[in-house]
């Protein structure tokens, strides 16, 4: 008997938990997918797209997990509720996976060519020089450079873009009708990112596969998919053709996603007071070997970079990883040693003793990547905010509370937060509290360091509107690090391109994005923007 779809979802519910404590995830999912189709499953975090991709292969935590209604018919196989015998013939050998994040998803204590090796040992019975001459295949069809080098390697050994490709070989082993992408190039570079979705397009079209591709990048969603599913609190609110749904969208929610772009506001005032300036930085790490750990050579993180930071502006910051972007913010923090002149308010500071440096550090504060990670679990929002001032020796505790109030006013939250704990907000309200921490202060400049990178494109607009309005309030310098050019694009006036710890190309944000003169820099803008 044949079949006019590959899988069919009907009606698919999910609920976590019994009786009162039961939380509905998904609710009455519906699609159907192709032989070489692509449908991207889009919406923000939260709204269910993992979890409705989960329970195509049985892999939530059940008996926790349970479905309450719906059907999953695999080539005119019922999956939802099959026993695990018959599971384990689909999953890896007709249904493979790519999971978000590879450093997680791989042993950490085994080799490539083990990990590559054992879907091929467990459904394939593949052993000696024969699974050998197969995983070299595998490693060599996804682009992985010199592949017979790198089969002893360990996860940890390879770049995020490389431990990718890694994932997808081993996905790609058994040549699977369907292949289920999830996240597969959130943590990853522009440029990677780009190679990894064009080397997905290429295997589809190579060999015909069905792809299930999960996501919140709509720029993606253009580029890779037949069809889109927008869902929303666990439902799909809107579904239909690319095309369409991207120029006549018809549900408000997907109105606000496909609108939902950093946007610059119109001109403000800007000094000409530098705040922040550097004259040939440099940041070089001793590489040490041998016995006695004789410095054999250094690892140039920043070489000779110079940048000046007026009141009001923002310099942008954008490279791949290892460019030195974050140890060039670092360097100007005065938090890693450094040669060369560093500057605050026209005075030199990278000679100046801690003790110096302690009163200075009120006014050059920072916001890191992943607010979960920078702020602790065991204070409560009010003691996160109010701890700069009690160190700083900043007003009693009357002045203290009322400006905790204020910085959480400042950011767009409600100051009966204080006793609640960071596990208890989103990733976007948690990124809020760590910028109101550095506001408290009243800094006169910032370091920003990928602050929107872990966040859904609605709530990069809002935080971006957010650092757009704190800085016209207090006429805030920015070192505003990324790799997301449409995030730069929106806040920059001034733009520095690194590439191996050295500037690129520098100049006006309008002027590098509008005619671009390095080709690295014309790489990265093709690689974003397009």
């Given amino acids: 008997m044949s079949f006019s779809y590959l899988l069919k979802v009907s009606d698919l519910s999910v609920t976590f938990g019994t009786g009162d404590n039961s939380v509905d995830a998904v609710t009455g999912v519906s699609f159907t997918l192709n032989k070489g189709e692509t449908i991207a499953l889009v919406g923000e975090s939260g709204s269910g797209k993992t979890v409705t991709a989960l329970s195509i292969l049985g892999l939530l935590p059940y008996?926790?997990?349970?479905?309450?209604?719906?059907?999953?018919?695999?080539?005119?196989?019922?999956?939802?509720g099959a026993?695990?015998?018959?599971?384990?013939?689909?999953?890896?050998?007709?249904?493979?996976?790519?999971?978000?994040?590879?450093?997680?998803s791989l042993n950490p204590l085994h080799s490539i060519e083990k990990q590559v090796g054992e879907v091929?040992?467990?459904?394939?019975?593949?052993?000696?020089?024969?699974?050998?001459?197969?995983?070299?295949?595998?490693?060599?069809?996804?682009?992985?450079?010199?592949?017979?080098?790198?089969?002893?390697?360990?996860p940890h050994e390879l770049s995020g873009g490389q431990r990718q490709r890694v994932m997808i070989a081993m996905a790609l082993a058994l040549n699977p009708d369907i292949l289920?992408?999830?996240?597969?190039?959130?943590?990853?570079?522009?440029?990677?990112?780009?190679?990894?979705?064009?080397?997905?397009?290429?295997?589809?079209?190579?060999?015909?596969m069905a792809l299930l591709f999960i996501t919140h990048d709509l720029n993606i969603v253009r580029q890779m998919a037949d069809k889109v599913c927008v869902?929303?609190?666990?439902?799909?609110?809107?579904?239909?053709?690319?095309?369409?749904?991207?120029?006549?969208p018809s549900h408000d929610y997907t109105k606000r996603l496909i609108a939902a772009q950093p946007k610059p506001t119109k001109p403000r005032l800007m000094g000409d007071k530098e705040i922040i300036g550097a004259s040939n930085l440099k940041v070089w790490f001793p590489i040490k070997k041998g016995l006695i750990r004789r410095t054999v050579g250094h690892i140039k993180a920043v070489d000779g970079i110079s940048l000046s930071i007026s009141e009001g502006r923002t310099l942008g910051v954008v490279g791949e990883s290892g460019s030195g972007k974050t140890t060039l913010g670092l360097a100007l923090l005065r938090l890693i040693s450094s040669n060369g002149t560093?500057?605050?308010?026209?005075k030199p500071i990278d000679g100046q003793p801690a003790k110096t440096l302690r009163t200075l550090r009120r006014h050059m504060q920072v916001v890191f990547q992943d607010p979960f990670g920078s702020l602790s679990p065991r204070l409560s929002i009010g003691q996160i905010v109010e701890e700069g001032l009690i160190v700083h020796r900043l007003g009693d505790v009357s002045e203290r509370t009322d400006r905790v109030v204020e910085a959480l006013s400042d950011v767009g939250l409600?100051?009966?937060?204080?006793?609640?704990?960071?596990?208890?907000?989103?990733?976007?309200?948690?990124?809020?509290?760590?910028?109101?921490?550095?506001?408290?202060?009243?800094?006169?400049?910032?370091?920003?360091?990928?602050?929107?990178?872990?966040?859904?494109?609605?709530?990069?607009?809002?935080?971006?509107?957010?650092l757009h309005a704190l800085q016209n309030k207090y006429n805030l310098a920015?070192?505003?690090i990324s790799h997301d050019l449409r995030v730069v694009r929106a806040l920059a006036d001034a733009l520095i391109v690194m590439k191996d710890g050295v500037v690129r190309e520098s100049g006006t944000a309008k002027d590098i994005f509008n005619s671009p003169e390095d080709p690295y820099t014309s790489a990265l803008m093709a690689a974003t923007l397009n």
């Fill in 83 to 104: 026993p695990e015998r018959n599971l384990n013939k689909v999953r890896g050998n007709r249904i493979g996976t790519i999971f978000q994040e590879p450093m997680s």
């Fill in 63 to 80: 008996p926790r997990a349970r479905h309450p209604t719906g059907s999953i018919t695999f080539a005119g196989q019922e999956l939802l």
């Fill in 180 to 208: 289920i992408a999830d996240e597969p190039t959130t943590a990853l570079d522009v440029t990677i990112q780009a190679q990894i979705l064009e080397l997905l397009k290429d295997l589809k079209q190579r060999f015909g």
């Fill in 414 to 466: 409600n100051s009966e937060i204080r006793n609640r704990y960071p596990h208890e907000f989103s990733g976007g309200q948690r990124q809020r509290i760590a910028i109101a921490r550095t506001i408290v202060l009243r800094p006169k400049f910032l370091v920003l360091d990928e602050p929107t990178s872990a966040l859904d494109v609605s709530v990069q607009a809002q935080i971006v509107d957010l």
């Fill in 120 to 154: 091929l040992d467990v459904h394939a019975g593949l052993e000696g020089k024969e699974k050998r001459e197969r995983i070299l295949e595998l490693l060599s069809l996804v682009g992985l450079s010199d592949a017979v080098s790198r089969l002893s390697a360990l």
């Fill in 342 to 346: 560093i500057r605050f308010e026209g």
């Fill in 231 to 248: 869902m929303k609190d666990g439902s799909i609110v809107e579904h239909g053709l690319v095309k369409d749904i991207f120029n006549t």
């Fill in 478 to 480: 920015y070192l505003f």
